[in-house]
């Protein structure tokens, strides 16, 4: 396959390889192919039209295709398909009734006759921008047919053309299995997912610009994923959508479509990939060199069974791209293969098995850095299944197909005791940590090493000692918080000027500010004896009521748990922050309570001072989010659910090709696997 150097809007992409994939063919490289520049060019002329609006915020955009959709598109490309991309002929048909529209006057000439199916040299894109269809279309398959590849296809294909015509449309891939709310129009569901997968500033209303002047190009994924009912509503509100939208590509399974039974009717078009034929998996076969298993089924029994429809109507197991390619992988002529739970299994455990891995390691690529340094370091096939199987029931269970280590909940423990331990380690968290670290400090600061140890120690048994009222105020704190539930972790990375815009809102932001005020006024005072502590006070409340109503919110992740890891920078910035204005503004109102302070050497006050913007910071920047983290995934780890480095783990098991990562986010190789995975019960032994 060649590849070439590409310049795209004079920024160069080296070995940009962009893959034919609307019928399974050969990888066709779009760098050396003028045919197929000008197929795109003439598309993009033909569909979208040159945008000079002030409203769109056009460096964005680039910005948003260059760095993050079209890396994150071709990577997920590459590793669905392996790095040598060998791909099957795989045929499409069109069926507009999927869309209530009747069959095309005009049939496409294949092999020179009339037929349902799409010319196989065609480029996926043709078919979206035809006059017909006019960019909004329907892609349907079984299974393991290759919907989401040819969905990515397109959606590089178009991503290209973008960058190439710019201030036209925005490609933008997005998963409909996080709609959830029954009363969310598709247009609000679109911008909150822009916003927590991408960024931007919210108040410039990027997104919304986008949609209002119609230059997003939603390609939407998923669809079948929502389960029934969800379905049935997220089809009705997508037909709203579409009733006004200009351009939508939505991808679904065609079993759960047909059950549905709703009809997407204002898209203009729709294709179903199709089943493999015998000439098309013997092609494959030859394809990579096993011309022997090709022949083999056709006298093999067993095989030969596998390629009959089933009882359902499905297609045979083995007429499906993923299964062929999975026997393909596995086959031994002395183990039977009886069913898809068989092929999974074998895949399983040849990708687990120690041997695989050992020969990977030494054909690795040069400076290759693993997750785990060697083979014998590497978690056991048992762990691995476990933990995954694990994932795979909390993804199931939240109707999500991707993991983001930070959005792990409490409620994914199984067990009711390890949650209440959870709940317990909680509570007593802050007082096992935060003020003896931070007593610690002092000591260490004052008395030297010593001093540290003393601090700590003097810290372990005041806290213990005051257990009560320190849990008492954080009590009273979880109230007012940001994070008002336990069984709730919600990250905070990024912080802003709140922005109180509902009236529930605004009597909350009153109370909080009301309480703030009142309370740490009056503490400042029985501890500082001075009237001047209440501007202190007000100043502690105002910081927190006022700077930390932060959005919660996600960015795109480009590495694991870089959710967690912001929330506690953000805890100790405005804890940092507290504490200069409480030393300065003291200063500043009465310059001979800080020299009392600092020659009588009041311990209480030093502890008080820096330990009270602590627990603000804890319970309103960040740091809440991040203990609540540790204390569940300390639990999952002692209770043998995940590995302590869980990261480590999900990246060893994207090397196995049993999970794929794009930035810090994860997801299984096929959907058929993380199936497979959600039904194993916990304990399960793959012999």
Known sequence: MASQDQNIDHSEIKNSNVQQVQAGRDAVSFNNSRDN???IENTFVRLFGRSESSQVDWDWAKLLLEKKQLPEIRKRLTDTLGRERILMDVSIAEQQAWVNRLQADRHLQVNGKDGDLLDPNKLLIETFGRDDIAGKLLILGAPGSGKTTALLSLAEQLVIGAINQPQ????????LSTWREDNQSIEAWIVEQLYDLHGGNRK???YEQWLERQVLLPLLDGLDELGLEWQKKCTEKLNEFARTYPQLVVCCRVKEFETANIKLNNLNGAICLQELSDGQIEAYFQSINWAELGSEMKTNSVLQGLLQ????????LLRVPLFIKLLADVYDH????????????????RQLSFDQRERDHRKGMKNHRWAYKAVEKEPKLDETINSLSWVARQLQANNTVELLIERIQPNWIESMPKQRQYQHLCSLVVCIIIFPIFLGTLGLIKLGMRGLIIGILLGVILTSANGFYLLLVTSILNFFSSSTKINEIKPIEELKISNIYSKKKKVFFSLKMAFSIGFFSLTFIIILKSIYAVPIGIINALIITLLVESSQELKIKNSPNKGIFKSLENMFKIAMFLIFF????LFFLNKQIMFDIFVKNHIEIYVFMISWPLILSYHFAGGEAALKHFSLRLILWQSGTIPWNFARFLNYCVERRLLLRVGGRYRFLHRELLDYFAQLPPGTQIK
């Open 204 to 206: 410039r209303k990027i």
């Open 37 to 39: 520049q000008v197929v």
């Open 582 to 585: 409480e030393f300065s503004l």
């Open 168 to 175: 036209t449309v925005i490609p933008v891939i997005l998963e």
């Open 309 to 316: 429809e089933t009882a359902e109507g499905e297609p045979g």
């Open 334 to 349: 002395q183990e039977i293969i009886k069913n898809k739970a068989d092929l999974l299994e074998k895949y399983i455990e």
